[in-house]
């Protein structure tokens, strides 16, 4: 009957949704990944195929079809992390992640070697620790043998594409993450990696660039076999998961989307190439065959989760704590717990500001909220400041746009309605979004048009309450002061008064 399978293979675990051709939603799968947490998060690549297996078989019997009526399937995956493969395909160890900052020594000599400047004129991104590039020149330097058994390199979705397929191949959003790939230009840069190595066959280990409605090849290997899927089940390029995700929302040019999960990140779409000379910025490519520019920090809900811990209350609790504190009345939290990526410290650890014998419990409650999305609203404003239009909708997916404390205080921070995709439809943005390649690649129809057919249903949930533009000044400009480590006795003294600006 035509049934294709998105993939969303994340940090945290495995995500199946299964559509028809005409984009309804038949039935989900999901299964867990091994837990990993910075500084060192490192996971075996097996783990996520074993996963996939339990979370395809679920998905098949919640949809109530056999796998063999699935006749296209694409992965999305979590961005940057290094799969180094041997000469027999075989994993060499265990896949280093996105948010593993052990390499941040190697970057910083790169950063050096290369220089800042032309590393964001060439990649459109100033790559930090969780780029793919650091970590193969930490491979280089602390475990030599193994990088002397190098011959294939993945990342996340490429891996899992090979072991559907054969193929060793990615597509431009994947690459882009590398820092070692111009999408601008469609080339790699292997010159950055004879950095590491001046005597590596190095284009030898690279993968096959594919556009978004190309083919990476159909379900021919042993381990597909176990799946019981059809042999000709075709399989697509993939991509990364924020840019399933937004392919999955169906975001528009103007559109800014705040997505909080594992890490956080803040993103639009654009039909032209950014680059920020400050390197905040991180200038992507797509899904669509354009440009994602996006922030992302490596602390998000976590800090909420953390936080709700310390207060020994439950998600629902946290939330109403934290709409109940008076805004401005908070203490002010950096939160940088496991380090940071924009901006680029992974050494970096959090930091409470202002507090006082008044603070209260639901004060912590909403500086944890505050924290997390001023550290994003941060990287919004590098966007603009780069050039990037956000005066579309405002969205907010990933786990965190269930809690009405970050819906309604992303909404105050920002003056701006905030809105959410229908969640019986778009609750897994980024495996739908990988079903989106998937049903392209299916019909022949392109990927732009299939995303446009499939755009999902929206509604705002929270509209700001009354605030000045002065006060969402002060109170970012607060933020700033704490998160470059500085103090808040100028701004306490010179800053107008919170309670009076607030009502």
């Known amino acids: 009957m035509g049934v294709v399978a998105g ?36 996971q075996w690549p097996n783990d996520w195929w074993d996963a996939f297996e339990v979370a395809f078989g679920r998905a098949t019997t919640a949809a109530g079809i056999s796998a063999g009526d699935v006749v296209a399937m694409s992965f999305a995956a979590q961005c940057h992390g290094l799969v180094a493969l041997a000469d027999d395909d075989s994993v060499i160890r265990p896949a280093k992640l996105w948010n593993d900052t052990t390499s941040a020594p190697q970057l910083n000599r790169l950063r050096g070697q290369i220089g800042e400047q032309p590393w964001i004129e060439a990649v459109g991104s100033l790559p930090t620790a969780a780029f793919t590039l650091s970590k193969l020149a ?9 990088f002397a ?61 594919l556009g978004p409605d190309e083919i990476a090849g159909t379900a021919t290997t042993a381990v597909a076999r176990r799946l019981g899927v059809r042999p000709d089940l075709l399989v697509g390029a993939g991509g990364g998961d924020q840019h399933a995700a937004a392919l999955g929302l169906a975001v528009e040019p103007g559109d800014v989307v705040f997505s909080i999960g594992t890490s956080g990140v803040v993103y639009t779409v654009s039909p ?38 310390i207060l020994g209350v439950d998600h629902s609790e946290m939330a109403q704590m934290a709409l109940s ?14 380090g940071e990526r924009k901006p680029n410290r992974p050494d970096a650890t959090g930091l409470l500001g202002g507090l006082t014998t008044a603070t209260t419990r639901e004060d912590l409650a909403r500086a944890a909220f505050e924290g997390v999305l001023f550290g994003l609203l941060r990287g919004q404003r590098s966007m ?45 943005a980024t495996a739908r979004g990988a079903a989106v390649q998937a049903a392209a690649i299916a019909t022949g129809v392109p990927v732009t048009d299939i995303r446009r057919a499939w755009a999902p249903s929206t509604q705002a949930m929270a509209e700001p309450r009354p605030h000045t533009e002065l006060t969402r000044e002060w109170l970012f400009d607060r933020y700033l002061r704490t998160a470059e480590w500085d103090g808040l006795d100028d701004v306490a003294r010179t800053a107008p008064s919170p309670t009076t600006a607030l009502r």
Request: a negative charge; hydrophobic letters at 35%; proline letters at 7%.
């Open 149 to 209: 058994r190098l011959a294939r390199i993945c990342l996340p979705h490429d891996w899992l594409t090979r072991q559907m397929t054969g193929a060793h191949v990615t597509d431009r959003s994947e690459a882009s993450g590398t820092g070692y790939y111009s999408s601008a230009h469609d080339r790699y840069l292997v010159e950055y990696l004879r950095v590491i190595d001046p005597d590596k066959a190095w284009a030898n280990t690279l993968p096959t660039v």
């Open 325 to 338: 504190a008076e805004p401005g009345r908070s203490p002010v939290l950096a939160a940088f717990f496991d």
């Open 272 to 309: 032209e190439p950014v680059f920020d000379p400050t390197g905040i910025v991180d200038g992507v490519a797509d899904m669509a065959g354009g440009y994602l520019p996006l922030v992302s920090t490596l602390n998000a809900a976590r800090v909420t989760d953390w936080i709700q811990q």
């Open 384 to 428: 603009n400041s780069a050039g990037v239009v956000t005066d579309g909708r405002v969205l907010i997916t990933g786990g965190g746009s269930r809690s009405p404390a970050y819906r309604q205080i992303l909404a105050d921070l920002t003056g701006r309605a905030v809105t959410v995709a229908d969640p019986t439809d778009a609750d897994e």
């Open 7 to 42: 993939v969303d293979s994340s940090t945290q675990s495995c995500k199946v949704e299964l559509r028809s051709l005409d984009g309804e939603l038949l039935g989900r799968g999901s299964a867990p990944h091994p837990p990993a947490f910075g500084p060192c998060s490192e």
């Open 138 to 146: 930490w491979l280089a330097e602390q475990e030599p043998a193994a």
